[in-house]
């Protein structure tokens, strides 16, 4: 029976930002090149645990693509090499994010590149599309009988002009986010949009998972919440997901227990190849049995000076940081952790 359990066991791994080999050019005309040629590299010491996963999953920073214009007012592009899908490959992410404020920074013709690199070699996307219907469509994959749904949705916040997909025009799925609105600051159609396609896929799906990408950090990165996060997640939560993965403030963030269901605000960064004081990041763990999560956790991760994330041992200072940074920020929320070795589990 033990065995037979095991068997059905399908492990998630979830990472942060992922920043590959890229090439940053300034409004000013002036450019950053790659500091990574190598792809692989970047993966040395986690691919063996990402591997392990039955499934990986990462946001991408960058566009992929040679194609394509820094977009006007853009105070810094990014955008990577094609070739750097190496790296995702040899991690052994089975599906990426690409709803997010960088997306979009080489306007239409790059984000379409980069979603035929990335199909190109097996890596199905969320969150962007040719156009608005294919942005808002999910992902489904299943493992050991289990079927699991994805979708992606990144806030306005930081994001070039036209960044939103539209009926026949590339880009990405929006929370467009403005102190206009009414409390919570979130544009109604675009939650209604979300609402809609939760519901859809909740349907299709024995675990739905949304990812959304907030936009909101400086350089030095916040551990603190916007009124608009908790909204647009509890929202993904009433109408139907059974995990809320978030990225983009660079800091790590608080975890949240609602109604039996995790969210994890960010996850922080995971390969940034660019100069950054931020170097804490968590690989979210999700265990499903029986078609169920059935236990969620994190694994502290530190990136080292070769900008290679690494998982901590329980005994590294660097762990023990991290443990006490979530334990006070998920405990504002409510949520109590427990801790086995280095693993953080969440009380559900």
């Known amino acids: 029976m033990k065995k037979e359990q095991e068997e059905k066991t ?27 040629q190598n792809p692989a590299t970047a993966f040395t010491l986690i691919a063996p645990t990402l591997k392990s996963a039955d499934i990986g999953f990462c946001n991408l920073e960058a566009p992929l693509a040679e194609t394509g214009k820094p977009v006007l007012g853009r105070i810094m592009a990014f955008r990577s090499s094609p070739k750097m899908v190496e790296g995702l490959t040899y991690a052994g ?19 379409v590149e980069t979603l035929e690199v990335l199909a190109a070699n097996k890596l199905p996307t969320i969150g962007a599309g040719r156009n608005i219907a294919e942005a808002r469509k999910p992902v489904f994959l299943e493992r050991k009988g289990t079927r699991f749904g994805f979708l992606g949705y990144t806030t306005s ?15 990405v799925a929006p929370i467009r986010i403005s102190t206009l609105f009414h409390p919570p600051h979130t544009n ?52 139907g997901a059974d ?16 109604k039996g269901k995790a969210i994890f605000y960010n996850l922080g960064n995971f390969v940034v190849d660019r100069d950054t004081p931020i170097k804490d990041s968590l690989l979210l763990k999700c265990i499903v049995t029986g078609k169920k999560i059935s236990q969620v956790s ?30 006070k920020l998920s405990g504002k929320l409510g949520t109590h952790l427990t801790f086995i070795g280095a693993e953080g589990v969440v009380e559900m």
């Not at 694994?299 to 979530?326: R, S």
């Open 10 to 36: 399908i492990t998630l791994l979830a990472a942060g930002d992922v920043l590959l080999g890229v090439r940053i050019q300034k409004i000013d005309g002036t450019a950053t090149e790659p500091v990574r």
């Open 157 to 171: 916040e930081n994001q070039p002009q036209h960044f939103a997909a539209g009926t026949n025009k590339p880009g």
């Open 243 to 258: 995990l809320v993965i978030g990225h983009g403030p660079h800091a790590i963030q608080a975890v949240e227990v609602y």
């Open 93 to 111: 992410f089975d599906l990426i994010n690409l709803a997010n404020n960088h997306t979009m920074d080489y306007g239409p013709d790059a984000c």
């Open 188 to 239: 109604d159609e675009d939650m209604e949009m979300m609402i809609e396609d939760i519901q859809t896929a909740r349907s299709q799906a024995d675990v739905l998972i949304v990812s959304c990408h907030w936009s909101v950090g400086l350089m030095g990165g916040s551990h603190t919440l916007t009124v608009h996060q908790p909204a647009v997640t509890r929202a993904a939560i009433d109408a």
């Open 298 to 327: 994190f694994l502290p991760v530190l990136i080292n000076k070769e900008g290679q994330p690494c998982l901590l041992a329980a005994e590294d200072e660097n762990c023990a940081k991290i443990h006490k940074i979530m334990e």
